[in-house]
Nanobody, 121 residues
Framework: VQLQAFGGGLVQAGGSLRLSCAAS????????VAWFRQAPGKERLFVAG???????SYADSVKGRFTISRDNAKNTVYLQMNSLKPEDTAVYYC????????????????WGQGTLVTVSS
């Protein structure tokens, strides 16, 4: 199983970015997928997750601004990030589990390589 996260970049505060997570060896409509982020010197934190059923969950810090979605035809999960703030600056990772969205990063076996999002003030 390989996950590839991409779409990061530099954006001004208030702007938008869309991250993508593509998979090989795993079908996302049969898996739970989550996005995490890790700022320098800080722990990897849960951002958003989507179950096989399509039910989504979000960290309080991103509710109303970020949206996680899945395109089964492309086997890709997206994270649409709007109204970005400087505190959203981090490396963003996607992770997958056969069944569950965990808010703790430790249980996940499958990870993408991370994509850097930098939000300037």
């Amino acid at each position: 199983v390989q996950l590839q996260a991409f779409g990061g970049g530099l954006v001004q505060a208030g702007g938008s970015l869309r991250l993508s997570c593509a998979a090989s060896g795993l079908t996302f409509n049969n898996a739970a997928v989550a996005w995490f982020r890790q700022a320098p010197g800080k722990e990897r934190l849960f951002v958003a997750g989507i179950l096989r059923s399509g039910i989504t969950s979000y960290a309080d810090s991103v509710k109303g601004r970020f949206t996680i979605s899945r395109d089964n035809a492309k086997n890709t999960v997206y994270l649409q990030m709007n109204s970005l703030k400087p505190e959203d600056t981090a490396v963003y990772y996607c992770a997958a589990d056969p069944a569950y969205v965990f808010v703790n990063y430790r249980p996940y076996d499958y990870w993408g390589q991370g994509t850097l999002v930098t939000v300037s003030s």
